[in-house]
């Protein structure tokens, strides 16, 4: 088995009214979409959260590469290579586009790596490119969100961390959002996402990790988590009874 990327060890963490995080164990290997499913309110955004710096835990190590993530700044686990694309819209809407997805490239400071960046980028997503000079407010929440991928890879960072990034998106769009995941996945980022399309994301997740309650309750490939009775009963629209008597 190759070495983990990040490697979760006893994670405790919360908010000051208790712990959210129970002690989560487990492993995102490199490459690949590792894809986090769970009931509302188990602790999927937090436990994102601990990794990109936003919530230091009680207990617990993170290792990024050997390294310990717990009790470094946001900014210096950015530096890293671990790069959060927030659940909420977070373009600035009086920019343009292109001047937003720059931004993505704020810690690098040769102008000629930015604008080469910035040229792949445009390939990579054709609306960097289509809307450049317009106002990111003006586009719809979809693009919005593709953009804010669009800017994420400016720092072509090692591991992109996604919290429901369907949310609040139209069928057709939702299509382009899991195609665009699986094209940062190609390129060769690993990708920790969370995503309330468990099926669909679970269907494309190397790997898939249930969270219950604060811990871990089940990994696996993404189809051993999708097509466990039980989890589909739980949390995938199934039903219990189907869970117990799978074949009725
Ligand atoms: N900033 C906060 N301050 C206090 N409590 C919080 C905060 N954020 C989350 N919580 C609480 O922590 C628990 C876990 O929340 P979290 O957002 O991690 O769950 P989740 O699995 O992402 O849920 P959802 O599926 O609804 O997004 C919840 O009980 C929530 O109310
Ligand atoms: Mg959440």
């Known amino acids: ?35 986090i499913v769970g009931p509302n309110g188990s602790g999927k955004s937090t436990l994102l959260k601990t990794a990109s710096g936003l919530v230091r835990p009680r207990l617990g190590e993170i290792l990024f590469k050997g390294q310990n993530l717990v009790g470094m ?61 317009d106002k990111a407010g003006s586009l719809s929440g979809g693009q919005q969100r593709l953009v804010e991928f669009a800017r994420c890879l400016m720092l072509e960072p090692e591991l992109v961390i996604l919290d429901e990034p369907s949310m609040g998106l139209d069928p ?21 996402l969370v995503e309330q399309n468990a099926r669909q994301a679970l269907k494309m997740a190397e790997r898939g990790v249930v969270l219950e309650n604060g811990q871990v309750r089940l990994t696996g490939s993404g189809l051993e988590v999708l097509h466990n009775p ?19």
């Open 1 to 35: 088995m190759s070495e983990a990327l990040v490697t979760f060890k006893g994670v405790v963490a919360g908010y000051g009214g208790g712990d959210v995080l129970k002690g989560v164990d487990f492993a995102v290997q490199p490459g690949g979409v590792t894809c």
């Open 73 to 133: 700044t946001p900014r210096d686990i950015l530096k890293l290579g671990i790069v959060q694309v927030p659940q909420n819209h977070s373009l600035f809407r009086e920019m343009t586009v292109e001047q937003n997805v720059e931004l993505g490239a704020f810690l690098e400071r040769d102008r000629r790596v930015v604008a080469e960046r910035l040229a792949r980028i445009r390939e990579m997503f054709p609306i960097v490119a289509d809307r450049a000079q």
């Open 172 to 192: 057709k769009t939702l299509k382009v959002m899991f195609g665009t995941i699986r094209m940062m996945r190609d390129a060769g980022r690993t990708i920790l």
């Open 230 to 248: 039980e989890i589909g009963a739980l949390y995938l629209g199934g039903s219990l009874e189907e869970a117990r008597h799978p074949q009725s």
